[in-house]
C-alpha cells in the first residue's frame, strides 16, 4: 500500500463554476490550540438550562427546596400556659372557684396546644427536608412534664377547694 492509495484531496476540489468552495475543516478540539491558559478554550462553555420544551429555563420554573422544621411556637405556648397555670394555683391557692382557671390553662389548653404541635411537627416531617435540632426531643418531653405538673397542681387545688365546700 502506498501513502498515496488513501489521499482523497482530489475530491475535495470544486468541480464547475458553480460549485461553492470547500468549507475549512473544523479546528482540532484536543489541539492545544484550542485551550487557553485556564485549560478551556474556544470549546468550553457554560451548559445552558433548558425546559422540558427546548426552550430556555425561567427562574421560577426551577423547584426550590424549603427546610421545614419543628413548630417551636406551638411549645413556648403550650410551656407558658402551664406555668401560668402553676403560678395561678400557688398564688391562689385552695380557696377559690378561680383554681378552675388554673386547671382550664394547664389541662385542656397547654394539652391541646401540645397536640397541635405534634399533628404541626408530623406535617413538617413530611416535607423533602426536615432539620431537627438536637434539642428538639428533650424540649417536647420537657414542656409535657410542665405541662403535667401543672395539671395535678391545679387538680389538687380544686379538689381541695370542693371538698371544703
Known amino acids: 500500500?502506498?501513502?498515496?492509495q488513501w489521499d482523497f484531496s482530489e475530491f475535495n476540489?470544486?468541480?464547475g463554476s458553480d460549485a461553492a468552495a470547500p468549507s475549512p475543516a473544523p479546528a482540532d478540539p484536543v489541539s492545544s490550540a484550542a485551550f487557553d491558559s485556564q485549560g478551556f478554550g474556544a470549546?468550553?462553555?457554560?451548559?445552558v438550562a433548558v425546559d422540558?420544551?427546548?426552550g430556555p429555563a425561567s427562574a421560577s420554573s426551577t423547584p426550590s427546596l424549603s427546610t421545614a422544621r419543628p413548630p417551636f411556637g406551638m411549645l413556648l405556648l403550650a410551656v407558658g400556659t402551664s406555668l401560668l397555670a402553676i403560678i395561678a394555683s400557688l398564688l391562689i391557692g385552695q380557696g377559690s372557684a378561680l383554681t378552675l382557671v388554673g386547671?382550664?390553662?394547664a389541662?385542656?389548653?397547654a394539652f391541646g396546644l401540645l397536640a397541635t404541635f405534634s399533628a404541626k411537627d408530623a406535617k413538617a416531617r413530611a416535607m423533602p427536608v426536615y432539620v431537627e435540632p438536637t434539642w428538639a426531643s428533650a424540649a417536647y418531653w420537657s414542656a409535657v412534664v410542665v405541662t403535667f405538673v401543672g395539671v395535678v397542681l391545679a387538680a389538687v387545688h380544686v379538689a381541695s377547694w370542693v371538698g371544703h365546700l
Open 107 to 109: 389541662g385542656p389548653l
Open 13 to 15: 476540489h470544486a468541480r
Open 52 to 54: 422540558g420544551f427546548g
Open 1 to 4: 500500500m502506498s501513502p498515496g
Open 103 to 105: 386547671w382550664l390553662l
Open 43 to 47: 470549546y468550553a462553555s457554560a451548559p
